[in-house]
């Protein structure tokens, strides 16, 4: 089961870009890496997935060295509504019962 | 609005009390889950749901009592909770095991008093 090791929290300003480092030492060879977000009172909502070198979407980036030991989400020109947590799960995606949600990185966006 | 609606939204019981909390998707999707989230502790996976049929019980009370009739609702039936057990309860939907991300509720908040 790959462990993840992610900052407790974090603080940026509106406008700045934002990168999350997420540290999965014993990431195996089938795992995916994973980033969700979740504001208080609401389900955590899926951002972006990938498994090796850059992914980008509409909301964020996702960049995972060859070692894949790590894994950072970047999030371009943040505002006051990205402050929220964000959670790193590293797991095959086919067992429900690997993919832990750890306490994650609570970003406070200040203005 | 993500897709999944759970109803109630708030829920307050006593411990001998009986209720239920329902999910509903109508994403298409195969795979339904139950989800814990107490204060200030990582979300709990408790029931997995695929076609309709459990896959998981992630060694759950017998107080928590799952149901799902057909692959767009999932029930989660309470009786003679704790006051431990208030938490957020969310529900989730993937379109099948091993498909990309979970698509999450906004929860039920539950308090036991």
């Known amino acids: 089961l790959a462990k993840t090791t992610q900052p407790i929290s974090m603080d940026s300003y509106e406008g700045q870009e934002v990168n999350i480092t997420c540290s999965h030492n014993n990431i195996a060879t089938n795992d995916y890496i994973t980033w969700y977000q979740q504001f208080p009172s609401q389900g955590p909502r899926f951002i972006i997935q990938g498994y090796k070198t850059k992914v980008t979407n509409e909301v964020a980036s996702l960049f995972i060295p060859a070692d894949r030991k790590s894994s950072t989400l970047s999030l371009p020109r943040v505002s006051l509504s990205d402050t929220a947590v964000y959670y790193c799960?590293?797991?095959?995606?086919?067992?429900?019962?690997?993919?832990?949600f750890g306490k994650g990185t609570r970003l406070h966006i200040l203005p | 609005e993500t897709g999944v609606t759970q109803t109630p939204r708030h829920l307050v019981m006593g411990m001998t009390n009986k209720k239920s909390l329902k999910c509903e998707q109508h994403l298409g999707h195969n795979a339904m889950y139950w989800y814990k989230q107490s204060a200030k502790k990582p979300l709990e996976l408790m029931f997995v749901y695929n076609f309709k049929e459990q896959t998981e019980n992630n060694s759950v009370p017998s107080r928590f009592s799952p149901e799902c009739p057909n692959s767009s609702h999932l029930f989660l039936h309470l009786h003679t909770l704790q006051p431990e057990d208030s938490a957020l309860y969310l529900c989730a939907s993937r379109k099948e095991v091993g498909d990309s991300g979970y698509t999450f509720g906004s929860g039920t908040r539950l308090t036991v008093v």
């Open positions: 799960l590293v797991a095959l995606m086919n067992r429900d019962d690997k993919i832990i």
